[in-house]
């Protein structure tokens, strides 16, 4: 399985940016499908997550109430909605793909995920 994430940019405090995942899997509804992210000089952090059927979703606490995850299984994409954005969000942003025979149940482990894209940066300047 393949990940393109797609989206990232330098924005001001407040603003709005879109976040993609276009995805290779042949079967992409059997992924839980999550992004994550990634801070100089810090470890990798769950950001949110979304099932396979697309019912299910989990947000970090720093994003809760700013960003939305949503997935299309028809076309293969993941996204990420963020909002009101701040300067602690900036970080190279991953998506990644967790092979799961759950249907409706998010992980935020980074090591459960057997597939990952190459980030996307997003910089929020204050």
């Known amino acids: 399985v393949q990940l393109q994430a797609s989206g990232g940019g330098l924005v001001q405090a407040g603003d709005s940016l879109r976040l993609s995942c276009a995805a290779s899997a042949r079967t992409f509804s059997d992924y839980n499908m999550g992004w994550f992210r990634q801070a100089p000089g810090k470890e990798r952090e769950f950001v949110a997550g979304?099932?396979?059927?697309?019912?299910?979703?989990s947000y970090a606490d720093s994003v809760k109430g700013r960003f939305t995850v949503s997935r299309d299984n028809a076309k293969n994409t993941v996204g990420l909605q963020m909002d009101s954005l701040k300067p602690e969000d900036t970080a190279v942003y991953y998506c990644?793909?967790?092979?799961?025979?759950?249907?409706?149940?998010?992980?935020?482990?980074?090591?459960?995920?057997?597939?990952w894209g190459q980030g996307t940066l997003v910089t929020v300047s204050s």
């Open positions: 979304i099932s396979r059927n697309g019912v299910v979703t």
């Open positions: 990644a793909a967790e092979r799961t025979r759950f249907i409706a149940a998010v992980t935020h482990t980074p090591s459960n995920y057997d597939y």
